[in-house]
């Protein structure tokens, strides 16, 4: 298993990711509810490690 270079730039409720390529992808977090660009998805943080994500694809 390799290591992956992955970094993120917070900007408000704006995230900016990045990996060893450049950037990858923006996120909006606003509260537990997230939406990101590169995948579509909404996610809503659930207590303790559980989050519940919803694909543009499958609305």
Do not use: C
């Amino acid at each position: 298993m390799g290591i992956v270079f992955r970094k993120r730039k917070k900007i408000g409720p704006l995230v900016l990711n990045f990996t060893e390529n450049g950037y990858s992808s923006w996120s909006l977090k606003i509260g537990k509810w997230s939406w990101n660009s590169k995948t579509r998805a909404h996610r809503y943080d659930l207590p303790g490690p559980i989050s519940w994500k919803q694909d543009k694809s499958r609305s």
